[in-house]
């Protein structure tokens, strides 16, 4: 999934809102909004367990 910010401020609230439920995968400033890709962090965590990551 993908989501933009206007601010990093609205990054920060949108993140501590989120933090317990979605792992953030990617991070990047372009065009002056703060875009971030995420998936649900059960998902994620049964990525890297395949990975052997964690």
């Known amino acids: ?3 933009s910010f206007d601010t990093w401020t609205a990054y920060d609230n949108w993140l501590v809102k989120n933090y317990e439920q979605y ?3 990617s ?3 372009i065009d002056g909004k703060i875009v ?3 998936m649900e962090k ?5 990525e890297q367990r395949e990975k052997g990551n964690i």
């Open 23 to 25: 792992a953030m995968t």
């Open 36 to 38: 971030v890709e995420y």
């Open 1 to 3: 999934m993908t989501e």
């Open 27 to 29: 991070l990047n400033e």
């Open 42 to 46: 059960s998902q994620w965590e049964k």
